[in-house]
């Protein structure tokens, strides 16, 4: 037997390292916290939206993908009023209560951009939640009212209190998930919904659903819908001030946290050009009774 100087053994010694590295790693997961451990034990695997064709593609499913890139004209054809499509989906090890926060451009500059939150197949009614998602997590969605959001937020040709621009309250105006049951949506927190002398700076506008997850392991998906905003119509803030009206580059759509801990850089972006001012002839109009696939 080989034995060291102190007089314990080679073998004596590896066990006495596994032990000392084991302790370590059970003081390093305490110490991570339960909003970074629920992390690690969550494995990403989709934050994408709909790309739907470009004009005078009359599409009403994603026959693009559902995609991270950005939506331009030359892949996508929306329009003010619209409902672009937005899909998270995480494979979840650990049961019980779980949160997703993310955030939107409401505004950019004086223009508003996505001025709220709507369900995902609002305007894109044909669109298949599990393409390009194997295996794509069924049973009986779970829904939850989005709530009115109740900032002021100019500028505005009538009223700037952001409810009155929303797709009304209903089967237009849900949160969709499949592998776990949604508990809360909560309203919306504005960063910067004043326009200090006119001069508007970018909003973004943040919200957290919490879900609950029961057995595990579950594949578990999110389903909203960005509602691009409107200038002229029921929901229109006003000429020149909808998101068709957005000049230069494109705006934004992030997820920031999972169970409180940082996701990373995860944005789906949309050019304004890939966003008509009025809703063009050849393509499908929003309605107010939405599918769910």
Same mark, same amino acid.
Do not use: D, I, L, Q
């Given at each position: 037997m080989n034995v060291n100087p102190a007089g314990r053994s080679r073998r004596t010694l590896r066990v006495m390292a596994i032990a000392a590295l084991t302790f370590g790693l059970i003081i390093g997961w305490v110490a991570l916290g339960p909003a970074a451990r629920h992390a690690l034990a969550t494995s990403i695997v989709d934050f994408s939206q709909c790309s739907n064709n470009a004009f005078p593609s009359t599409a009403t499913d994603c026959p693009g993908g559902w995609i991270n890139g950005i939506l331009n004209p030359n892949n996508s054809h929306y329009a003010e009023d619209n409902v672009i499509p937005q899909r998270w989906v995480l494979d979840i090890t650990t049961a019980g209560s779980h949160t997703i !926060?993310?955030?939107?451009q409401a505004r950019k500059g004086n223009i508003h951009a996505y001025d709220s939150l709507a369900t995902w197949n609002y305007t894109q009614v044909t669109a298949d939640r599990c393409q390009g998602i194997a295996p794509c997590p069924g049973g009986a969605a779970s829904t939850f009212a989005i709530p009115d959001d109740p900032q002021v937020v100019p &500028?505005?040709?009538g009223s700037a209190v952001t409810s009155v621009h929303m797709i009304p309250a209903g089967a237009g105006r849900q949160a969709t998930m499949y592998g776990a049951t949604i508990t $809360?949506?909560?309203v919306p927190v504005h960063d910067s919904p !004043?326009? &200090? @002398? $006119?001069n508007c700076s970018d909003d973004y506008a943040t919200v957290t659903v919490t879900f609950n997850v029961g057995a595990v392991p579950s594949r578990v998906m999110l389903l909203l819908g960005g509602h691009a905003a409107a200038s002229s119509g029921p929901r @229109? /803030? @006003?000429p020149g001030l909808g998101a068709g009206n957005i000049s230069g580059g494109p705006y934004h759509?992030? /997820?920031d946290l999972l169970d409180g801990a940082s996701v990373g850089n995860r944005d789906n972006q949309i050019q304004s050009g890939a966003i008509a001012t009025e809703t063009p002839t050849a393509t499908? !109009? &929003?309605t107010d009774t939405p599918t769910n696939t």
């Open positions: !926060t993310f955030r939107y &500028p505005a040709a $809360g949506v909560s !004043t326009c &200090p @002398g $006119g @229109g /803030w @006003g759509f992030k /997820w499908n !109009t &929003p």
